[in-house]
């Protein structure tokens, strides 16, 4: 078992010991948040069929059209209708319905003049009253998308609005890796999971466990079980035992795995024939952290400071869960110092942060206060964490850091903080 490595040592070592789950196929309306295991080529185009963009009349282009001409009214096509064609001509065409056949060009209700109505209200008749391009105001069919056009690759995680296009281009099913099934351990005897409960002397509110399974279902994992136990290695024994014989992908506890005396998961997992990849990370907060493999199971063990345990789950479950998601690794952006910086060398400081646009409407990272791992309410000014490097002692404003989402899953970052 290695110990106090580096935090890019251990996530190569948790990628190491992770493989993309087995695939599956689900409907679509099922799909959001999971992970495209083949890609998808469009088997429609999107547009289906050339349609208007505009309300008014369709028609057959000809170089002799131009203010004053005069056309015959001999349709009309609203949306859905599919009127077969039309050779000569104008057909009354609302926005999005199709375009008959042999039409190829639309005049909005605007630029002409209906010249008589029939005793129902429709057109019998229009006069333009501008000139005519060649096929304006169309949209033509795959001009969106085209037939057989690769729409999204495999190892994409899907959002809504990835849906929207795979509704669009007839997608019905598709193929996923099984989202990795999880459970989840919080120990301590000092933990209440009743909101609003009295507390006795010395008790705490558990607010682990709703926070990472909320955490943990948002970056894809599929949440089997989440238990609170008191002190006891029996205990936990029996539930990883029973965790680990059931095939669990990721076994996530809480608590007990510093030098203490009640910090007893890693004699636990060793006593279940666990292999101990790492314990501690040379990184604040959260240092303490375990990772371990049994049968098919992963297991992490976080400290249970609230937020050593939050950037525990954040960074490094997290990378497990994409791992065996399918996911690529994920990737930071690199975002300058609002200000300057001071930090201990030879750890990594996961950092409660803002990302907001400086007065010149640039972006920056503010470090926020209240870094310690026991505060949770900077958590309500942040949206990101930043990340300072290991070596670092003091870093100027204006310095370059990896900045992360708060969260897993978040495509972006909100900035709608003030100004720095």
Same mark, same amino acid.
């Given at each position: 078992m290695k110990t106090m490595i580096a935090i890019d040592e251990a996530l190569a070592l948790i990628r190491a010991q992770c493989t993309p789950l087995p695939i599956e196929r689900i409907a679509l309306r099922h799909a959001r948040g999971r992970v495209l295991a083949a890609p998808i080529d469009a088997p429609r185009a999107l547009p289906p069929f050339d349609n208007a963009a505009m309300d008014g009349f369709a028609l057959r282009w000809h170089a002799g059209l131009g203010a004053g001409s005069v056309l015959p009214v001999l349709a009309e096509q609203a949306a859905g209708s599919g009127k077969a064609g039309q050779t000569f001509g104008a057909c009354s065409i609302m926005t999005g319905a199709r375009i008959p056949d042999g039409l190829d060009t639309v005049v909005p209700v605007e630029d002409c003049t209906v010249l008589a109505h029939d005793e129902q209200g429709r057109a019998l008749g229009i006069a333009l009253s501008t000139a005519v391009r060649h096929g304006q105001h169309l949209r033509r069919a795959g001009e969106d998308v085209a037939l057989g056009e690769r729409v999204l690759e495999a190892g994409t995680r899907l959002s809504d609005e990835a849906l929207m296009v795979l509704r669009g281009i007839g997608v019905a099913e598709l193929a996923v890796h099984r989202r990795p099934r999880l459970a989840l351990a919080c120990t301590g005897r000092e933990l209440v999971d009743t909101d609003g409960a009295e507390l006795a002397p010395g008790q705490i509110?558990? =607010?682990?466990?709703?926070?990472?399974?909320?955490?943990? =279902?948002?970056?894809?994992?599929?949440?089997?079980?989440?238990?609170?136990?008191?002190?006891?290695?029996?205990?936990?024994?029996?539930?990883?035992?029973?965790?680990?014989?059931?095939?669990?992908?990721?076994?996530?506890? =809480?608590?007990?795995?510093?030098?203490?005396?009640?910090?007893?998961?890693?004699?636990?997992?060793?006593?279940?024939?666990?292999?101990?990849?790492?314990?501690?990370?040379?990184?604040?907060?959260?240092?303490?952290?375990?990772?371990?493999?049994?049968?098919?199971?992963?297991?992490?063990?976080?400290?249970?400071?609230?937020?050593?345990? =939050?950037?525990?789950?954040?960074?490094?479950?997290?990378a497990a869960i994409r791992r065996l998601s399918g996911l690529d690794a994920a990737r930071p952006l690199q975002v300058a110092l609002a200000g300057a910086a001071r930090k201990k060398p030879g750890f990594a400081m996961f950092q409660k942060a803002a990302l907001r646009l400086d007065t010149d409407g640039r972006l920056a990272v503010q470090l926020l206060h209240g870094q310690e791992s026991f505060k949770t309410a900077p958590l309500l000014a942040a949206n990101a964490w930043a990340v300072l490097p290991e070596g670092a002692e003091s870093l100027a404003a204006g310095t370059l850091v990896p900045v992360h989402p708060l969260r897993p899953g978040h495509h972006g970052f909100p900035l709608d903080s003030p100004p720095c």
């Open positions: 509110v558990n =607010t682990n466990g709703p926070y990472l399974e909320s955490l943990f =279902t948002e970056a894809g994992a599929e949440l089997v079980e989440r238990l609170t136990l008191p002190d006891e290695p029996a205990l936990l024994a029996a539930q990883f035992r029973r965790w680990f014989d059931a095939g669990i992908d990721l076994v996530v506890s =809480t608590g007990a795995v510093s030098m203490g005396r009640y910090d007893f998961v890693p004699e636990v997992l060793r006593e279940l024939g666990a292999t101990l990849h790492f314990h501690k990370l040379k990184m604040r907060p959260g240092k303490p952290l375990l990772f371990a493999s049994a049968g098919r199971s992963l297991v992490f063990g976080l400290p249970g400071n609230p937020v050593s345990s =939050t950037v525990g789950a954040r960074f490094f479950v997290d």
